[in-house]
């Protein structure tokens, strides 16, 4: 089983910055594609960015070139960089990993780190 903690969240005024990070748990971290997602007060959760084991990248339209996901396999840790930050990114993240194994995608989420972007 795969546990994973976000941390990083807070309180950041527009245009700022926070850099979120996700511990899992394992001795295969590197063969899970890391990814964040957020849920904002009233909608659904939506995808945010990931990063497979590859290296390569794939970010929601909406926060490509602010934010910034990145992977440290042997601290088994993922990091969401996020700059110039807007009131409408407030919102829980959650980070999550999965893999897909046997026709099952197997996803497994932490419990979430609160960002509120506000003046």
């Known amino acids: 089983q795969v546990q994973v903690v976000e941390s990083g969240g807070g309180l950041v005024q527009p245009g700022g910055s926070l850099r979120l990070s996700c511990v899992a748990s394992?001795?295969?971290?590197?063969?899970?594609?890391m990814g964040w997602y957020r849920q904002a007060p009233g909608k659904q959760r939506e995808f945010v960015a990931d990063?497979?084991?590859?290296?390569?990248?794939n970010y929601a339209d909406s926060v490509k070139g602010r934010f910034t996901i990145s992977r440290d396999n042997a601290k088994n840790t993922v990091y969401l960089q996020m700059n110039s930050l807007k009131i409408e990114d407030t919102a829980v993240y959650y980070c999550?990993?999965?893999?897909?194994?046997?026709?099952?995608?197997?996803?497994?989420w932490g419990q979430g780190t609160q960002v509120t972007v506000s003046s």
């Open positions: 394992g001795r295969i971290f590197s063969i899970y594609t």
């Open positions: 990063i497979p084991s590859g290296d390569s990248t």
């Open positions: 999550n990993a999965r893999r897909l194994r046997g026709g099952t995608n197997y996803v497994y």
